[in-house]
């Protein structure tokens, strides 16, 4: 129980420059997964056919 306080005692709230940073990287990380996944649906869109 005391690891716990402990790590209360030393979390803060991020300032608006580090919650914009995260932010930033969110959607970066979204829009490199879903282009990937789009690329990977047009190849398999390409060679499979039904």
Request: proline share 2%; hydrophobic share 50%.
């Amino acid at each position: 129980m005391r690891k716990y306080i402990n790590v209360l005692k030393l979390a803060r709230k991020p300032d608006k420059k580090e919650y914009w940073q995260y932010t930033k990287l969110v959607f970066l990380g979204i829009l490199i997964l879903g282009s990937i996944s789009y690329v990977i649906g047009v190849i398999f869109g390409l060679f499979i056919t039904i």
